[in-house]
T-cell receptor, first 115, second 113 residues
């Protein structure tokens, strides 16, 4: 079974530029998550989808971050414009169902550096 | 405010010993608590889940305890090996029916040969 795929793996941009990350979850997984992991910290949930609907985006900085999951499969996360403090690893995860006991399967992450 | 604290940023132990990692939380009533392993440059990998009504869970050399009175989980790796060196993250759900995971900051374990 293929795991969660993410691209690109690395991205370097200057502040005020825009950037987009892509995620392909495990086939058949209904729930998809985007996390931000700043160096030395644990992952912080940005947004959670159930199929193509948003379940929780309470911690997403909506003035600059946006995400979509059209057709309920792949997802993209965009930052526009980027700030220095957005430098982090962006992790995508998926799980079969929307439930607290579900294991989350993580992708390798996209490492973003904003200069 | 809500907090999830893991005992220390880094823990060094000798090969063959038991590693014990601590996860303390405040202002949560989690229904589930999970432990993940994260290697450098990779995403977290699930290890164990324990429910609020369970005291202990085991899987091979791993053992997790969950004390909802103390608001604490302990994660043990027995007969530790250098390959166990990684960052270990605890994560919990906010309450019954909640499905979002809140992660601690992690403990970086180094097993010295």
């Amino acid at each position: 079974e293929a795991g969660v795929a993410q691209s690109p793996r690395y991205k370097i941009i200057e502040k005020r530029q825009s950037v987009a990350f892509w995620c392909n979850p495990i086939s058949g997984h209904a729930t998809l998550y985007w996390y931000q992991q700043i160096l030395g910290q644990g992952p912080k949930l940005l947004i959670q989808f159930q199929n193509n609907g948003v379940v929780d985006d309470s911690q997403l900085p909506k003035d600059r971050f946006s995400a979509e999951r059209l057709k309920g499969v792949d997802s993209t996360l965009k930052i526009q414009p980027a700030k220095l403090e957005d430098s982090a690893v962006y992790l995508c995860a998926s799980s079969p169902r929307l439930a607290g006991q579900e294991t989350q399967y993580f992708g390798p992450g996209t490492r973003l550096l904003v200069l | 405010s809500q907090k999830i604290e893991q005992n220390s940023e880094a823990l060094n132990i000798q090969e063959g010993k038991t590693a014990t990692l601590t996860c303390n939380y405040t202002n949560y009533s989690p229904a589930y608590l999970q432990w993940y392993r994260q290697d450098p440059g990779r995403g977290p990998v699930f290890l164990l889940l324990i429910r609020e009504n369970e005291k202990e869970k085991r899987k091979e050399r791993l053992k997790v305890t969950f004390d909802t009175t103390l608001k604490q989980s302990l994660f043990h790796i027995t007969a530790s090996q250098p390959a166990d060196s990684a960052t270990y993250l605890c994560a919990l759900t906010r309450g019954t029916g909640a499905n979002n995971l809140f992660f601690g900051t992690g403990t970086r374990l180094t097993v010295i040969p």
